[in-house]
């Protein structure tokens, strides 16, 4: 089944309690938290502490995406990130399989993103070293943005390469995801959708995610 993940950059920081009882009330899979550093990408965001304060409003999967310049850095400067997955940005890695050692030391599964000028084939040999590739279909930084094109193709190529090397690999994208497109990138191998302002802006957001199950459920991946 596709799952949801809902991004709380998108969320209303003054309720971000409410936010995440709200989300999972609506149907979400889990929640995902970008943490920017102002340095990797031009904006700030979450934190480790907003893991720690938020963990007692739900029992769902918390999906941490570091979008910062010393990645290694920050792992090892905190005992624990109370996260499920901890994605790490491909182009801030210098030893990657050392960055991963780094996220299983704290319990985790390993993620690794993908910014939109990132090729899949950069990434081949390190397929069955983690347990989420993240595809993003915008340059991170911001919200809102338009999907870019090119993204549903890397999307097959990298379940391409998934079900030959690692065929449990989930693969997620973030970026421009919205009730209209949810089922093509389902179709295109996509498992978890990354929503942010299309879900918390949301006139209705349960209905918005039923709409989504609903035209993933009609339009299967082959």
């Not at 990408?41 to 029992?59: E, F, I, K, M, Q």
């Not at 990645?71 to 499920?84: I, Q």
Request: charge should be negative; charged fraction near 20%.
């Amino acid at each position: 089944m596709l799952q949801i993940s809902a991004s709380l950059l998108a969320a209303d920081y003054a309720r971000l309690g409410e936010e995440v009882r709200r989300a999972e009330s609506a149907g979400v899979d889990s929640f995902h938290f970008d943490m920017m550093d102002g340095h990797y990408v031009p904006n700030l965001a979450l934190t480790p502490d907003h893991l720690t304060a938020l963990r007692p409003y739900t029992s769902l999967p918390f999906h941490v995406h570091l979008e910062l310049s010393n990645p290694d850095e920050v792992l090892s400067g905190f005992r624990s990130f109370r996260a499920d997955v901890i994605i790490v940005q491909w182009d801030t890695l210098a030893h990657p399989v050392d960055s991963f050692d780094i996220i299983r030391s704290h319990d985790a599964r390993v993620g690794l993103g993908l910014s939109p000028d990132n090729q899949i084939e950069e990434i081949v040999r390190f397929v069955q070293d983690i347990d989420l590739l993240l595809i993003l279909g915008v340059y991170p930084g911001f919200g809102g943005q338009s999907m870019l094109p090119g993204t549903v193709e890397k999307i097959q190529a990298a379940r391409g390469i998934a079900e030959d090397l690692n065929p449990s690999l989930t693969i997620a994208v973030d970026g421009g995801v919205k009730t209209e497109n949810a089922a093509l990138l389902g179709k295109a191998g996509a498992d978890c959708l990354i929503m942010g302002t299309a879900l918390f802006q949301a006139h209705d957001m349960k209905q918005t995610v039923k709409e989504i199950r609903e035209s993933a459920a009609a339009s299967p991946r082959r």
